[in-house]
């Protein structure tokens, strides 16, 4: 699913000093495993989900999705990778405050222009499926973090990706909240989704098949 040659990214700060974010990463990411990519604050590994994630390019190195190089695509052809193959699920949720749970969670299929009927299929099928099928009509704010987490898995559910990118999606929660989350990210991977998790938490980390530690931009044993 994913492959990384030596990807490096270096920004420039206003004061003209170069910052390698990343410094060499090799790895790969087989389809329907359950990664976790760990290190602290400042380690590089947000800025390798954002290449992963098609959110970003790296400097230098080579990234392949799904047996696409990702490094030579412009950003149109990025756009329409990450609306068909990458659904993520976002520490601070994400969701649109101003839509329902519903119309949230339907956002992805709009913008594949998925038939009006099958979107409505599809959305009460993924809200029934993380237990918020009675809260359908109710606006973010309506819904405590758990639940608004639960609309960003259903979200993801819906968009139907083969990659789930999950950036510290308990950060938010408490304990069991975040518990119900990861059970819920475990099942998407049961049925055949690949899941990176991006966290600093060793507990959430542990669950997944394989850990990548991230040290200074740099992956560590």
């Known amino acids: ?19 390698k974010a990343l410094d060499g990463i090799s790895l790969e990411i087989k389809d329907g495993e359950f990664i976790s ?16 994630g098609c959110l970003d390019i790296p400097t230098e190195g080579k990234y392949t999705l799904d047996g696409s190089d990702i490094s030579l695509l412009g950003s149109g052809e990025l756009s329409r990778i990450r609306s068909r193959k990458i659904s993520f699920v976002f520490q601070g949720f994400n969701l649109i405050p101003s839509l329902t749970a519903a119309e ?28 918020l099928a009675k809260r359908a009509n109710h606006l973010p704010s309506e ?3 758990g639940q608004q987490q639960r609309v960003a898995i259903a979200r993801a559910f819906a968009a139907d990706a083969p990659l789930i990118l999950a950036d510290e999606p308990c950060g938010n929660l408490d304990s069991r909240s975040g518990t119900d989350v990861m059970e819920m990210l475990h099942g998407l991977n049961r049925i055949g989704k690949t899941v990176v998790l991006i966290t600093h938490d060793e507990k959430a980390a542990m669950t997944a098949d394989r ?11």
């Open 104 to 131: 949230n969670v339907e956002l992805p299929l709009i913008y594949r222009k998925t038939e009006p009927s099958v979107r409505k299929r599809t959305v009460a099928e993924a809200l029934e499926a993380v237990g």
């Open 143 to 145: 819904l405590s973090g």
């Open 1 to 19: 699913m994913i492959i990384t040659e030596n990807l490096t990214k270096i920004y420039s700060t206003d004061g003209g000093v170069k910052v």
């Open 37 to 52: 990519i760990v290190g602290a604050s400042g380690s590089g590994k947000t800025t390798l989900m954002n290449i992963i």
């Open 211 to 221: 850990q990548i530690r991230i040290s200074d931009g740099k992956v560590v044993v």
